[in-house]
Structures are given as C-alpha cells and as structure tokens.
C-alpha cells in the first residue's frame, strides 16, 4: 500500500493552523497512524487509529479521516512543531508502510 | 518508563559484518513485537519488519526479506539486527521501536543507531 503526503514541504509561522494530509492507495482503515520527527531525533507518536490522542501528546494535534485519506492538524503551531510529520498504515495483511514525509519549516 | 537503548554508531567496509542492539526496559520485553526502520540520509523512514522477543518470531518488509537477520535474547531484553555482506546503500540511521500490539503502531523509539558504509 502507497502512502502519499502533501504538501512535502510547508511553510508557516507560529500561531498558524496546519494542515498535512495522508492518502493510501486502497483504503487502511482505521490503522493509521502519524508521528513527528524533529530533527536529529527519534520520531514520536502523535496519533494512532485515525484519530487518537496517545496520553502526553497536546491537545493541538488532532486527526481525522477515514478510508484512504486522513488529516493532520495544528490548531497553533507551536516552535516545537517545526519538524518533519510522517504517517504509516499498518495492519496484518499487507506490508506497513510510511508516507514520504512533510517538512513544516519557519 | 519504556526505553529503547540502542547500540553506537558504527564505521564500517563493504563486505563486512555487523549486528546492532536494542535493549528494553520498563515493560515486559518478551510480550511486545520489537520493529526496526531504516532511514536514509534525508530521506524518509522504511518499515523493515519485525520480531517477537518471547520466541524469537519474525516477521520482514519484502525489501528487507534475505537483506538483513533480526533477532533477540529475552534472557537479556535485547534484540538485534545483523548484516553478513554490508552495501554502501545500508547506510543509515536504524531504529528499534516498540509495537503497542501485533501489527499495531509504534508507541515507543530507540535513539537510533548511524551505521555507515564506506570504503
């Protein structure tokens, strides 16, 4: 299954909402998750099953979706929010995949 | 508190061999598939596949199948991953993650080890 994120790159500034999205190639739900990498960092899990909040993660990241296209969001972009956002499909009958990434830069 | 610790970074030669580590705490090691993701240079992160501590099953990304041996030693909370012919192109950052369940997400990372492949 393909992952496609748009945009790849992203330019905002603090305060802005934020908007990245997620589109497979045939339909993953409900297993997506999406994860945020700052840079030269381990990712870390920002969302999983669609559109659940781990405990930790802030109230400003939220996501939605279904089928085969899913959203990130940022209500207000925080300075620790410019980093690179990655969503993945994951389930047991095919091959987990990640999307290409998108890069929230200043 | 989960914890993922990762071996160092490692310098090596085409042709050679190598095998790195993963060590969990905080949790029950042997009852939670261990993933490892490769991620190139500015590029981004590839699903390698898989392997359960309990009893050593695995699980490989097509890519990956006959490319790389993952392992682990539940004695020793410890997994690995292990290259017997190391390729320039294996030059990466690999992490090591905790699945929250089988074929699940990832809710826990290592801090990644950089392997680099050089003549």
């Known amino acids: 299954i393909q992952m496609t994120q748009s945009p790849s790159t992203l330019s905002a500034s603090i305060g802005d909402r934020v908007t990245i999205t997620c589109r497979a190639s045939?339909?993953?739900?409900?297993?997506l998750a999406w994860y945020r990498q700052k840079p030269g960092k381990a990712p870390e899990l920002l969302i999983y099953?669609?559109?659940n909040l781990p405990s930790g993660v802030p109230s400003r990241f939220s996501g939605s979706g279904s089928g085969a296209e899913f959203t990130l969001t940022i209500s207000s972009l925080q300075p620790d929010d410019f980093a690179t956002y990655y969503c993945q499909q994951y389930n047991d009958y095919s091959p987990v995949t990640f999307g290409g990434g998108t890069k929230v830069e200043i | 508190e989960v914890q993922l610790v990762q071996s160092g970074a490692e310098v090596k030669k085409p042709g050679e061999s190598l095998k790195i580590s993963c060590k969990g705490s905080g949790y029950s090691f042997t009852q939670y598939w261990i993933a490892w993701v490769r991620q190139r240079p500015g590029k981004a992160l590839e699903y390698m596949g898989i392997v359960y501590p309990g009893d050593s099953d695995t699980r490989y990304s097509p890519s990956f199948q006959g490319q790389v041996t993952m392992s682990a030693n539940k004695s020793i909370n410890t997994a690995f991953l292990q290259w017997t012919g190391l390729k320039a192109s294996d030059t990466a950052i690999y992490y090591c993650?905790?699945?929250?369940?089988?074929?699940?997400?990832?809710?826990?990372w290592g801090q990644g080890t950089v392997v680099t492949v050089t003549s």
């Open positions: 045939q339909s993953v739900s409900p297993w």
């Open positions: 099953r669609e559109s």
């Open positions: 993650a905790k699945l929250f369940d089988y074929a699940d997400y990832i809710d826990h």
